[in-house]
């Protein structure tokens, strides 16, 4: 209990000193949407203060996971950024408050909501590194595939939509090809395999399993609070949209329905 609560109060620090500073970034470059970019490294930050706690495999396998999944997120992320402007998403948000307050309600509502949100998800990580003395055996190798059956959905869905995306002839055009004919959303699917096959890996040491609370609530925002179904609408205004709708998966990657 006693290293449990060394690895969980540093895994809250660092998500509050990410958080933070991404904070006055965001408020220096008068732009929220930073965020995104910090969302995938404050995992990279949780997952070494765990490794470096409980040192052993588990933690190492897991930190190593998590640094791929997070770097690449957030280069990806920060790629699509440059250039544009504040995130409507944001906008609208931060709508809501008095121009003298924006920075303040932001903080609030933006960035303290996704420390405490990314301190919950990565609680298998945490539970594992205290628990930490069980050599990896099938059910790690198991998520380690889960894992990479996510990472593999993020990385070729994203070059996917980013190709025809530079492809001027495909302007107004809805993506439908590759895995985006399974899926309509092969991104938040593969995000949320990333962090099932994490907590299989931590699942293999009690009592980290009891932490299945964590890619439940990663897959709930990704499919039906802020992911998913907030782009989607958006999305569903855009001509040839409902249809696509109507042929194509909406999170879970399945055949294409025939028109």
């Given at each position: ?7 969980t ?7 509050a000193?990410?958080?933070g ?13 930073v ?11 949780i ?41 409507p ?21 933006v960035?303290v ?16 590194a ?15 595939v889960?894992?990479?059956v ?46 099932w ?9 009690w ?18 609070a802020?992911g998913?179904?907030?782009l ?19 999170f ?8």
């Amino acid at each position: 209990m006693q290293r449990f609560l060394v690895v969980t109060l540093l895994s809250l620090a660092a998500a509050a000193v990410v958080m933070g500073v991404t904070a006055l970034i965001a408020r220096r470059l008068g732009k929220v949407s930073v965020v995104d970019i910090a969302w995938g490294l404050v995992f990279v930050a949780i997952a070494w203060v765990c490794t470096l706690v409980g040192a052993g495999p588990r933690s190492l396998l897991l930190a190593v996971l998590v640094t791929i999944w997070g770097g690449r997120l957030a280069w990806h992320i920060r790629r699509r950024a440059l250039g544009a402007g504040e995130d409507p998403r944001y906008e609208k948000l931060l709508s809501a408050a008095p121009p003298e307050k924006r920075f303040a309600y932001a903080v609030r509502r933006v960035f303290v909501v996704q420390a405490l949100a990314a301190y919950l998800v990565s609680m298998p990580l945490q539970v594992a590194a205290a628990a930490d003395a069980k050599a990896l055996g099938w059910v790690a190798a198991l998520g380690l595939v889960v894992f990479a059956v996510g990472v593999g959905f993020e990385t070729i869905g994203d070059a996917q939509l980013s190709r025809f995306k530079a492809d001027t002839a495909n302007k107004g055009r809805i993506m439908d090809r590759g895995l985006w004919a399974w899926t309509r959303h092969p991104n938040y699917f593969g995000d949320s395999a990333v962090w099932w096959g994490l907590w299989v890996i931590s699942a293999e040491v009690w009592p980290a399993v009891l932490t299945v609370f964590s890619p439940a609530i990663m897959t709930y925002f990704l499919a039906f609070a802020t992911g998913a179904r907030l782009l989607e609408s958006e999305m569903a205004k855009r001509p040839g949209y409902p249809e696509y709708m109507q042929r194509t998966s909406m999170f879970f990657p399945l055949p294409p329905k025939r028109s």
